[in-house]
């Protein structure tokens, strides 16, 4: 039985990434998955609090997970050393994005905008 806690999506310039996260509360077991393939596990952990580190193509990523009361858990992402918000708005202001249809398949399109508006 799988104990996903948080599902992300990271967009980074070759795609939008699916990061899936499992945390086991009772044995501490943490899974990974990025884009549906397991990347990172550990079973048996004894500390349920802590950081996951991993890697999405050349991003730095880590869940961090914090207890708040009780039994009851945060999960949040840090992508590159920023929390996940705080990278898609440092992306959306590096990169111009598009979805165009080619062969009746969605495509997206990236470009570093000073590709699109030139040096400055």
């Not at 939008?16 to 509360?25: L, N, S, V, W």
């Not at 500390?47 to 999960?75: D, Q």
């Not at 992306?91 to 249809?101: D, E, P, R």
């Amino acid at each position: 039985m799988a104990d996903t806690v948080a599902v992300w999506e990271v967009p980074l310039s070759d795609k939008i990434y699916k990061i899936e996260f499992e945390h086991g509360t009772t044995t501490g077991k943490r899974v990974i998955k990025v884009d549906g393939k397991e990347v990172v596990r550990r079973d048996w952990m004894f500390k349920l609090v802590g950081s996951e580190p991993f890697e999405v193509g050349r991003a730095k990523c880590m869940v961090v997970i914090r207890a708040l009361s009780g039994f009851t858990y945060e999960y949040s992402l840090v992508v590159d050393g920023k929390q996940l918000d705080q990278f898609r708005e440092r992306q959306s202001k590096i990169l111009n994005t598009w979805i165009v249809n080619l062969l009746d398949q969605p495509t997206r399109v990236v470009l570093g905008k000073h590709l699109v508006h030139g040096p400055h």
